[in-house]
């Protein structure tokens, strides 16, 4: 047999299979979501089919968090004292975490092992056990916190606090703020990739 016609061939029908199947396999798709607190809804949209769908997750939502595997996501209510579980294989809600006040923002640790949320009304922040969906410490920090951001490595939380003027720096093993930063009217707030610098805007 000449091998060199037989790879010629398989080369030949290799290139045909790929040009029917369009040259390459489908993309994944990827889902974005979006808190509408009007509509009390989490919207998700999925790319690039253009799917829309919405999931009621109680009044008034502001933040969603999502599990760095894209299992679950957690949505906060300025209108209850509930925080929404929602199963994003399912599309739909799953279960409430009652955290004690109203909630703001979400954010996730790097390990998807927790979800801390800031209580707007409580002056401070929920953590919530995601592999349980229950409540595991609450955290005080400065009056009014808005927005929570993870360092790279997880060990330490940042929690901006606007009306009081303060970014509380929480241990994340201790549950507990270690140290306080000064700053104007903080509100969102993110890290350096090397998590060497924070940076916060400043309402005032």
């Known amino acids: 047999m000449d091998w060199k016609w037989f790879w010629i061939a398989l080369a030949a029908l290799w290139g045909v299979t790929w040009w029917i199947g369009g040259g390459a396999p489908p993309a994944a798709e990827e889902t974005i979501l979006f808190a509408q607190g009007g509509a009390h809804t989490v919207a998700l949209w999925t790319a690039p089919s253009g799917a829309l769908d919405a999931v009621d997750a109680g009044p008034i939502i502001h933040g969603v968090g999502v599990l760095p595997d894209g299992s679950k996501a957690y949505a906060s209510s300025l209108g209850s004292n509930d925080v929404a579980v929602i199963d994003l294989n399912q599309k739909a809600r799953v279960a409430s975490v009652a955290v004690g006040g109203t909630s703001h923002h979400i954010a ?86 090397d998590g060497k610098s924070l940076y916060v805007t400043s309402g005032g």
């Open 108 to 193: 996730v640790s790097p390990d998807g092992r927790w979800a801390y949320v800031t209580l707007g009304s409580a002056a401070a922040v929920a953590v919530i056990d995601t592999e349980t969906d229950t409540l595991r410490a609450t955290i005080p920090v400065g009056e009014g916190p808005t927005y929570a951001a993870f360092a790279p490595d997880g060990r330490m939380a940042y929690v901006t606090s606007k009306a009081a003027n303060l970014v509380s720096v929480i241990d994340t093993d201790a549950l507990r703020v270690v140290n306080e930063i000064t700053v104007d009217g903080p509100d969102h707030l993110a890290l350096s990739a």
